[in-house]
């Protein structure tokens, strides 16, 4: 039982590229999300999802694309990176089963946009 | 609007030490949840605590307790004989439903810096 996973630990993009944050989770959990988090900072919602099919904004979307195709996967696409998109962002999943606020987080994604 | 504010940016103490992390909020909702994580160095996040707002027991695991006073809208940590290990950044987080879904609201997290 891995938890959630996300892939790559670390990149590096050119402004104007494009990468997908893959993120994974194996515990058939409903709820996944997506979070971007400056230095210093707390925790900001990008995108987050109550199922398979279904997506809604956070506080901070602009610049970002999500799916949810299927209940293990959710990716977070960056279409036109921007040096602002440098962050880390982190990838979780909850379910109502054990308390949907209770959140499981990925280890993080560590992205430096030049 | 909800909020979270952990209002020490940095603690420092000697290991051993006893120390307090604060934590205050602002809500609406009558029913709610407040919860603690540790985003040690290696900077994963690992949930510590989950409280609802009906349960205001104070909770103790291992040398970690948890005072939560709807009174003063205050859930603060304390960590008891400090060790180097519990070095982190501390958030305190809120949940809020936002049109039937539920989000989690974070402070910007207190780092704690425990020396040997």
């Known amino acids: 039982n891995a938890g959630v996973t996300q892939t790559p630990k670390f990149r590096i993009l050119k402004i104007g590229q494009s990468m997908t944050l893959q993120c994974t989770q194996d515990m058939n959990h409903n709820y996944m999300y997506w979070y971007r988090q400056d230095p210093g900072m707390g925790l900001k919602l990008i995108y987050y999802s109550v199922g398979a099919g279904i997506t809604d904004k956070g506080e901070v979307p602009n610049g970002y694309n999500v799916s949810r195709s299927t209940t293990e996967d959710f990716p977070l696409r960056l279409e036109l990176a921007a040096p602002s998109q440098t962050s880390v962002y982190f990838c979780?999943?909850?379910?109502?089963?054990?308390?949907?606020?209770?959140?499981?987080f990925g280890p993080g994604t560590r992205l430096l946009v030049l | 609007a909800q909020k979270v504010t952990q209002a020490q940016t940095e603690i420092s103490v000697v290991e051993k030490e006893d120390v307090t992390l604060d934590c205050v909020y602002e809500?609406?909702?009558?029913?709610?949840?407040l919860f603690w994580y540790k985003q040690p160095p290696s900077g994963e996040l690992v949930f510590l605590i989950r409280r609802n707002s009906f349960d205001e027991q104070n909770e103790i695991s291992g040398r970690y307790s948890w005072n939560f006073q709807k009174s003063t809208s205050s859930f603060n940590f304390t960590i008891t004989a400090s060790q180097v290990v519990d070095s982190a950044v501390y958030f305190c987080a809120l949940s809020e439903e936002v049109d039937s879904n539920y989000q989690l609201i974070w402070g910007v997290g207190t780092k704690l810096i425990i020396k040997p």
């Open positions: 979780a999943s909850s379910s109502p089963r054990q308390g949907w606020e209770t959140q499981y």
């Open positions: 809500t609406r909702d009558t029913t709610y949840y």
